[in-house]
């Protein structure tokens, strides 16, 4: 595998990055790729009322038309996100809207929820039923929507019968004004009716779990409004955290000056610390998925301690390709032998310090 990606990423990193992902996604969803073996039961992870066979999961963004979910599962990937997806097709902004800063192993896009739409990825989840892997649909709302919650409900309508979570996306920075739905009165009526036409969808389906996903640029007053609404309401868990509009520490600075949300390496630092001020604030209400900048298993280890029972990985991909799921595998069973403690123990143990340090 190893060998494979040092031939493919010189093809892949010659074309502009939206190509070299398009190229990726169809390759996935055409190809027969080799079933990667059972996880061991050490990093089984019980969360939400889901059991996942191991933590590491691809975020929300790589395959936003749920066009490849069971590929990505045989990679290795305890779980899948698809989307942002939302009710109505629509291009999103113009191109070129994603950017690799090579020597910082990062990216910057401004995509704007481009996607085919509901139905179109409907079609595709309706046609894996039955097959295993736990598969969650990231939800949001059209540009010119009128009434954005309404654009949740439906997505949760949609998708009842084929998701295995939602994602309520409000923290993308690339739809003018969708963060505004962070403020706490504006969450407060979009969760209060996320969560009403989830559990109507109950009475025919399984009761998916309903998940919030932010930013990381929030202040800790904004973060307890957003905890304090999610705990009020009973959500089941909180991923923290979306690419941010900050430009910490770039090395690379060709396209320092686009506009977008940066994600990769350069947002780890920041994201873990909103994490662990989040998971501190939540006091063990609900799991939370932790997500920035893991591009192995240390990053990912400092992740879990600092309050994720789950991470999610999309950028690093880009420079360290599909073995890195199995490198951040093997790494987290060691860190559990050496520490002597369960995952589930791990979670947390360096929150208070990670939220109390300075962002480096």
Do not use: C
């Not at 989830?198 to 779990?209: F, I, K, Y």
């Not at 240390?298 to 999309?314: D, N, P």
């Not at 002597?340 to 929150?351: C, E, S, Y």
């Amino acid at each position: 595998m190893r060998g494979l990606e040092r031939l493919v990423r010189p093809i892949l990193f010659a074309l502009d990055p939206e190509t070299a992902h398009r190229l990726t996604i169809r390759t996935l969803a055409s190809a027969r790729l080799p079933v990667s073996g059972p996880d061991d039961q050490v990093l089984n992870v019980e969360a939400f009322g889901l059991r996942f066979p191991n933590p590491v999961g691809l975020a929300a963004g790589f395959d936003k038309n749920a066009e490849a979910p069971d590929a990505i599962l045989t990679a290795g990937f305890g779980f899948v996100e698809v989307g942002t997806v939302t009710p109505r097709p629509q291009p999103g902004n113009p191109r070129p809207r994603i950017f690799r800063l090579v020597r910082d192993e990062a990216v910057i896009n401004r995509l704007g929820f481009n996607n085919e739409g509901h139905a179109a990825a409907l079609k595709r989840l309706e046609g894996r039923a039955g097959r295993p892997g736990i598969v969650g649909v990231n939800i949001g709302a059209n540009k010119d929507s009128t009434d954005r919650a309404a654009d949740y409900v439906a997505g949760i309508r949609t998708f009842a019968a084929v998701a295995s979570y939602f994602t309520l996306n409000v923290s993308s920075p690339n739809t003018p004004g969708l963060r505004d739905l962070q403020q706490e009165a504006a969450l407060d009526d979009l969760i209060a009716r996320a969560i009403e036409a989830r559990d109507e969808t109950a009475t025919e389906h399984p009761r998916r779990p309903l998940l919030l996903k932010i930013a990381p640029d929030v202040s800790e007053a904004e973060l307890d409004g957003i905890v304090g609404v999610a705990r009020k309401r009973g959500i089941d868990g909180l991923i923290v955290s979306n690419t941010t509009i900050s430009r910490p520490r770039l090395v690379d600075v060709r396209h320092n000056g686009e506009a977008g949300g940066l994600s990769g390496r350069p947002l780890f630092a920041l994201s873990t610390k909103v994490l662990a001020q989040a998971y501190l604030r939540v006091e063990g209400a609900f799991p939370i998925v932790g997500v920035g900048g893991i591009d192995s298993a240390e990053a990912a280890w400092t992740k879990i301690r600092a309050g994720a029972s789950l991470v999610q990985l999309y950028s690093a991909l880009v420079y360290k390709g599909p073995s890195l799921v199995k490198d951040i595998k093997s790494g987290l069973r060691d860190k559990l032998a050496s520490s002597n403690v369960t995952l589930a123990n791990a979670v947390g143990q360096d929150a208070a310090a990670i939220a109390a340090a300075p962002v480096s």
